[in-house]
């Protein structure tokens, strides 16, 4: 079975931030972890070399195959903020809807800027993100 490659490293999260090259996704990076870890209570640790996670909880697949993650998190990468919040298999259209500008994937969200989503909403999504790992994975 083949390692997995994000799992929880001893690199700093301070000097990952700050080595984000764009001025203002370095700030938009500086304030998604600040929320995240008020939310969470929990501090920030890099997993993987670019993902800045909260939390850990352990899952196993069907397979028998286990593993590791962080239970929210995102990545400063170079065209815009990743944020791990959504569920493939939730419908979260409602408040996605009033998020701003944004785009999708099974798990991700996608932000240019956090100047370009409403940050109550933002916050309302990473709170119902919370919710759901605790009530999946009670700590």
């Not at 590791?68 to 944020?83: D, T």
């Not at 959504?86 to 419908?91: K, M, S, Y």
């Not at 994937?105 to 919710?131: F, H, N, P, Q, T």
Request: proline share 4%; glycine share 8%.
């Amino acid at each position: 079975m083949a390692e997995l490659k994000t799992k929880a490293t001893e690199v700093s999260v301070a000097d990952f931030v700050a080595a984000v090259p764009d001025e203002a996704r370095r700030a938009d990076a500086e304030a998604v972890c600040a929320m995240m870890a008020r939310l969470t209570g929990e501090p920030p640790k890099m997993w993987g070399p670019s993902i800045i996670g909260f939390g850990s909880y352990r899952y196993t697949y069907d397979s028998g195959r286990t593993g590791e993650m962080c239970r929210i998190g995102f990545s400063p990468r170079k065209a815009e903020l990743v944020l791990y919040l959504l569920d493939g298999n939730a419908d979260q259209s409602e408040v996605l809807s009033r998020l701003g500008r944004h785009r999708t994937g099974k798990g991700c969200l996608y932000v240019k800027r956090l100047a370009d989503v409403d940050a109550d909403v933002l916050e309302e999504i990473v709170r119902a993100k919370i919710a759901r790992m605790d009530a999946a994975y009670p700590a």
